[in-house]
């Protein structure tokens, strides 16, 4: 147990003396925020020009949240990085003098990385939420009305999973462009598109960032058999699979 202290003490030093870091963990703030408050300004100017059907399909806790899924992509590169930072310089080899033995290196690595993009998440779901409840005025939902306090938790989780999901997959790829390059189009292109497309759509819903972003909404988007925790406990097992993915390929691969 000392052994991982120290090694999560190094990692956690590595982090915050990385300058990457607070530049993107603030754009994941700025850019939330930055598009919660127009959004949810123009639903509330634009609500009263809603018909009864659209009104009732009106979901105030998607909204409040779905700026989150843009600003997201700064989290997912803070995770990306800091990962695949020490193999672009080469420090790697130092840091597994320093921590010897691979999974207590690659565990204590993932784990910081997993509190920073926890307290990141934290902030920023919050944060977002309830800037876009502010600017819905009289069509805004509070912490004790359905649904919100789940959907609020929910997402602090999906989007730390997402980070931990791409931290582990730049373990395996190991290499900063190749990861982000295909988690971005996956997660913001490739995956919204699959699920409008009907004959794929049935199992486009289980890609990680679609099944995990059920829990975001009021009710299920989409013609998916899933629901906000089933998405999420999908979401978990692409997690799993991507860090026990990344820690086979640290533990039988040269630095």
């Known amino acids: 147990m000392a052994d991982f202290g120290a090694a999560l003490s190094f990692e956690w030093y590595k982090i915050r003396t990385v300058r990457s870091t607070f530049w993107n963990i603030g754009a994941f703030l700025a850019v939330s ?5 127009p959004s949810g300004w123009y639903l509330h100017k634009t609500y009263a020009e809603l018909d009864a059907a659209e009104r009732a399909a009106f979901d105030p806790i998607g909204s409040g949240l779905s700026s989150v899924r843009l600003g997201l992509l700064a989290l997912v590169i803070f995770g990306v990085l800091t990962v695949t930072t020490e193999y672009t310089s ?8 320093a921590v010897p033995r691979r999974g207590l290196f690659y565990a204590s690595k993932v784990a910081a990385g997993t509190l920073v993009a926890l307290a990141a998440s934290t902030v920023v779901v919050i944060a977002t939420f309830a800037a876009t409840q502010l600017m819905l005025g009289e069509h805004a939902v509070g912490l004790s009305d359905e649904g919100v306090l789940r959907a609020i938790l929910g997402g602090i989780v999906y989007t730390t999973l997402l980070c931990v999901f791409a931290m582990g997959l730049a373990a395996v ?3 900063s462009a190749l990861t982000i390059g295909l988690l971005f189009p996956l997660f913001f292109m490739v995956s919204t598109i699959l699920a409008s497309i009907p004959t794929v759509g049935k199992a486009a819903q289980f890609l990680p960032d679609v099944a995990g972003g059920q829990i975001l909404y009021r009710e299920p988007q989409g013609d ?4 906000g925790w089933t998405g999420l406990a999908v979401l978990v097992a692409w997690t799993v699979a991507a860090l026990a993915a990344g820690y086979l390929a640290v533990r039988r691969r040269d630095a």
């Open 173 to 175: 790829l190991r290499s």
């Open 33 to 37: 925020l930055a598009l919660a408050v």
């Open 224 to 227: 998916t058999i899933l629901n």
């Open 90 to 97: 080469g420090t790697i080899r130092s840091s597994l003098a």
